[in-house]
């Protein structure tokens, strides 16, 4: 791995952006396929510049249609290449759902390794832009229980970069999923040229005492601003971007819990069977009896994800995090 | 003008049921050579079908997916390709993998109820059969793609029923085929029923070739249980694939005689007299038998040593296949993924703890 030196500022969004290049640059066999991906640079812009930079062979405007682009990216991976799709919006990832779930994630297994699918399926998800229905649905967990695909996402510029390169990199399908409300939330320092951040590892944003605080994605920044509240009124939280769903950092997770006894897990999917579910799962596995306090979860509600007229009653808010952080201290 | 739709996308054909040549636009290539080859490949086809569905009786494999009626198609669609080439077959293809150089005992581990059945013998491009309905369709322009962008010669060969043309990847693979002008071959064999439900309840489209207009690809039908139309409209779809102009589609008319599967029971949907009717007046053994007669191609003492020889090879096979009694139980964990992945290998240890405590 080169180390890379001089650093830019950048939004999360121009830092997928310029993963996408450095790998465009760095390995031939990687290519760029989506819907408005080419001349049009994404709707979000994360393709900006490549389809002039790089052509029309290698930054592809595909037809609209979501099981064709990772059908046809399943036959590109076994032969040869590395396709990076672009899924509009996660919530039009479903007519992709059997070509994920029953070929890009089997055929290594199916074949004992004969024909393999190194793929990255990228799409911006979750709620709070104010997006049209259907636009806004946080699915992670549709794909974490699917077996053979690795979940990641990012929640700032840094890691955005280095977990896409490390995604581009692994031999496997990743499913790597962009925060949209905070595409353009901030810019954060991002590394020149190649480097990487390890799927499958959390980090620990803050350090704290009384209570650990899960959350990825846009939900990152609800639980720092949870726990800085909570800091004032005393409450010392240990707060973990997780950054891969699937495999969870075990080791962090049992750490952290291991030092707090107490857990607040926050995400914006619906409650049942969300990823939170699985955590509260690892803590039970590894952490039982130093748990103080029953984990609380706060997530978004078994319901459609709703109209954006009413999505910041269902997207869990700072004051939410902070009486769930509240009732695990004082219980 | 006739200008319907059944003129525009005649049925092709060479020979006729009675063995006839109907045309001579192949009549130079047509040799004893090219027959024999045929017969050899055919018949051999046959005999493992009903190996499959006898085995299968027997309990010695799991449920089976006979193809027989079907081999003209299938083994005349696979000689048309080359080493190399890629093959992706749906679960009633085994006449084509096998054809195309699949390992006879994997596919039977397969419907034994083996994942090592999935593995094709090193330098052979097969793929496992598809399952899902249509969603090979896409692996297949997938790979041309691949091989058009590597500036390579190799074509992509996708096997679909006549079902899978009312499903979404059907059209989408088409497109992308058709945009992109990959070299694929669309080979669909119309054997008139999916599972149960006729063609004309399936579309309402008076043939399967006529969709290929929708794509601005060729579109055209053959008898698929004339060995030589199909043989050669392949041949002339791969060379077009191959020399860069593009996908085509084909579709090749046939009929199964037996089942869907072995646990199904075909009587519950379709007169069977039309199978028994359909064998005696159109089946591509019979034909290649009576043209090779009509041309002084055939030799009952060659056809026997070829049917024993045949029979040879199967036994073996069969033989190795039951010789392997049991996967090691490691290979649902280790080829999940490309590297450890700790919740796969927990769970592989737990699961060896567990065994090796009963």
Known sequence: MTVAINTKKMTLVQAVTD?????LEEDERVLLLGEDVGVNGGVFRATD????????????????????????SIGLAMNGFIPIVEIQFLGFIYPAFNQIMTHATRIRARTKGRFTVPMVIRAPYGAGVRAPEIHSDSAEALFTHMPGIKVVVPSNPYDAKGLLIASIEDPDPVLFLEP???YRAGKGEVPEGKY?????????????EDVSIFAWGAMVKVAMDAAEKMEEKGVSCDVIDLRTLYPLDKDIIAETVQKTGRAVIVHEAPLSGGVGSDIVSLINDTSFLYMRAPIERVAGFDTPMPFFNL???YIPDSTRVQKAIEKAVSF | MNTSIESQFPTYQIIDGEGNMVNDDYKSEITEELARKFYEKMIFARLFDRKGVNLQRQGRIGTYVPFEGQEAAQIGSALALEDGDWMFPTYRDHGATSAFGHSLKNIFLYWRGFIEGCVPPEGKNIFPPAVPIASQILHATGTAWADKKKGNDRVSLVYFGDGATSEGDFHEGLNFASVFNVPAIFFNQNNGFAISLPINKQMKSKT??????AYDIPGVRVDGNDIFAVYFETKKAVDRARNGEGPSLIEALTWRYGAHTTTDDPTKYRDQHESHERREKYDPMTRLEKFMQKQGYWDEEWA???????????DEAVEEMEKVEK?????MFDYVFGTDVWPVEEQKQAFFADRSER
């Open chain 1, 19 to 23: 993963g996408l290049r450095t790998m």
């Open chain 1, 49 to 72: 510049g490549l389809c002039e930079a790089f052509g029309e062979e290698r930054v592809i405007d595909t037809p609209l249609a979501e099981s064709g682009i990772v059908g046809t």
């Open chain 1, 180 to 182: 949209m409300k905070i």
């Open chain 1, 196 to 208: 990487t951040v390890e799927i499958g590892k959390g980090n620990r944003l803050k350090e704290g």
């Open chain 1, 311 to 313: 999505e910041d009653d």
């Open chain 2, 208 to 213: 399967i070739a006529q969709k290929a207009l």
């Open chain 2, 304 to 314: 026997e040593e070829v049917q024993k020889d045949a029979s040879r090879r199967l």
């Open chain 2, 327 to 331: 996967s090691d139980e490691a290979v």
